[in-house]
């Protein structure tokens, strides 16, 4: 059966009609996710076991796990095992998911459901789920990795969507992803991507497919890496870096009071060539007990980040995790979503300083509003550089891009277009000052304005004032005024006929 990218995706998100009123549209994630993962790697699985026994032509040596680049699949727990099963289903997924998951130790936590504990999702309904997922066959010759992968993503963006607010704490809009991902590219075979808030590994995922379809690269010779503190969203960030095909560490914990990816002997964190971040905006953070941090994150200034207000302890530990020039051959970029705060609040200014003189802030793009589906705030994109080349030394660009050129109102939300996204990365990449869009600063100037970097400081932001045609305004003002004349006579002539002083 052949299937096209937009017929599987509706074909996914139908799985939602299937449990819809049996579960919350919070929980749909958490039951349907897992299971199209599953059927994927089941399907592929089946296929290579084919391919192994025709090739090895015994059934010992064809399930050695060695012979596979996919989760190998126990005996008894194929996809079309779970579909001969009519009674008991939510058990016989559990028992499943366990099975898998002790075969391939690598899949810990990735399914987190738990279909017994669902009451409402009986017998009935599940196995009207599996019946759902069981065509089309979701190996990588039927449908491919980048479509299934894609299909994915729409289902997770989906997902967020039906859970509104709260979604957009697991997804960032494509558009954004991309814009990201473009302002901090040049990747090169060997680069080290991580993502310190992953949510789904939307960005990690963005970079690869930017690697491959924009630069020809091969994103297998790239390492992705994650951390999130949401236990069941880390699992779809596991999950959807293995149906796009990526190979890649997502870790458990918050990034900032537990990072992963670090060294405890020496106390040191694993550096980057590229991290892409959309941390949770003004959170609160563990200041009392990071004090003392041993990764010596928070060291801008004697004065840590209010503890409500965690913007600038994320910031610090992304720029903690960039690689240096010298120490490791060159250095690293970031592309960080903030809130517009970060860029101008007063008893921040100390941390502004701090970054800025040791110029590696290389520019601040400014968005729209109404972005995201869990704020309508402003927000911007703020892109560090330890490594920033010659000519942009003791330089920051600015980039105003929240007028209606950039964006499109959409239903709910506004969202970047594709030629707003070019002429954003357009002045980035020439350093471009353009009137009313974007500026090159020196940090002189910067300085004089106490490390404040509200963009309005930078770029006229004002809508610009219409050229006035004074013959025609004139013309207009004669007319009223011999109107006027006109009113005034008659409105005499009424007094007059009536004995009116």
Same mark, same amino acid.
Do not use: C
């Given at each position: 059966m052949t299937i096209s990218p937009g017929e599987l995706e509706s074909h996914l998100f139908e799985c939602a009609d299937i449990i819809r009123d049996a579960v919350d549209p919070t929980d749909y994630k958490e039951y349907i996710l897992p299971l199209v993962y599953y059927k994927a790697?089941?399907?592929? #699985?089946?296929?290579? $076991?084919e391919q192994n026994l025709e090739k090895y032509g015994d059934e010992d040596l064809a399930r050695r796990p060695g012979v596979y680049d996919i989760p190998v699949i126990p005996e008894g727990y194929l996809w079309e095992d779970l579909r001969s099963v009519s009674d &008991?289903?939510?058990?016989? !997924?559990?028992?499943a998911f366990d099975a898998v998951t002790s075969e391939n130790p690598e899949l810990e936590g990735v399914f987190r459901a738990d279909y017994i504990d669902a009451d409402a999702l009986n017998d009935d309904r599940l196995g009207k789920l599996v019946e759902h997922l069981s065509s089309p066959d979701l190996d990588r010759d039927s449908v491919p990795p980048d479509m299934l992968g894609e299909a994915y993503m729409d289902l997770v963006r989906h997902f967020a969507e039906e859970e509104g607010k709260s979604g957009g704490q697991f997804f960032t809009p494509p558009k954004i992803v991309n814009l990201c991902v473009q302002l901090v590219d040049e990747f090169e075979d060997g680069h080290t991507f991580h993502d310190p808030t992953v949510g789904s590994g939307g960005m990690l995922i963005e970079a690869a497919r930017y690697y491959r379809e924009e630069q020809g690269g091969d994103p297998s010779k790239l390492t992705f890496t994650g951390q999130e503190i949401n236990p069941d969203v880390a699992a779809i960030a596991k999950m959807n870096l293995s149906i796009h095909g990526y190979s890649g560490e997502i870790e458990r914990e918050d990034?900032?009071?537990?990072?992963? #990816?670090?060294d405890e002997d020496e106390n040191e964190l694993e550096r980057f060539d590229r991290v892409l971040a959309n941390f949770p905006f003004s959170a609160n953070w563990d200041k009392d007990g990071l004090q003392d941090d041993p990764y010596e994150r928070f060291d801008w200034h004697e004065k840590l980040p209010r503890a409500d207000r965690g913007d600038y302890a994320f910031i610090m530990h992304i720029a903690k995790q960039l690689k240096r020039p010298g120490e490791d051959g060159v250095g690293g970029k970031a592309a960080?979503?903030?809130?517009?705060?970060?860029? #101008?609040?007063?008893?921040?200014?100390? $941390?502004?300083?701090?970054?800025? *003189?040791?110029d590696m802030v290389e520019a601040i793009v400014g968005l729209p509003e109404n972005l995201f589906q869990n704020n309508s705030i402003p927000s911007a994109i703020l892109v560090l550089n330890t490594d920033k080349p010659e000519e942009r030394k003791d330089e920051v660009q600015f980039v105003h891009a929240a007028d209606e050129d950039f964006y499109e109102e959409l239903s709910n939300q506004n969202e970047l277009t594709e030629e707003g996204i070019d002429h @954003?990365?357009? &002045? #980035?990449?020439?350093?471009?000052?353009?009137?009313?869009?974007?500026?090159?600063?020196?940090?002189? *100037?910067?300085?004089?304005?106490? $490390?404040? !970097?509200? @963009?309005? !400081? $930078?770029?006229?932001?004002?809508?610009? %004032?219409?050229? @006035?045609?004074?013959? %025609?305004?004139?013309?207009?003002?004669?007319?009223l005024q011999a109107e006027r004349d006109e009113i005034e006579a008659t409105m005499n002539k009424h007094m007059e006929a009536l004995n009116y002083e």
């Open positions: 790697i089941s399907d592929e #699985f089946e296929k290579q $076991y &008991n289903v939510d058990q016989a !997924l559990d028992e990034s900032l009071s537990s990072p992963a #990816f670090a960080i979503v903030i809130p517009h705060g970060v860029l #101008f609040r007063k008893h921040e200014g100390r $941390y502004r300083k701090t970054m800025l *003189e040791n @954003i990365v357009e &002045n #980035f990449r020439d350093w471009t000052t353009e009137e009313r869009v974007s500026r090159t600063v020196s940090l002189d *100037e910067i300085r004089e304005n106490d $490390y404040n !970097l509200n @963009i309005a !400081l $930078y770029v006229d932001t004002t809508e610009p %004032e219409e050229d @006035i045609d004074v013959a %025609e305004e004139l013309a207009k003002l004669r007319e």
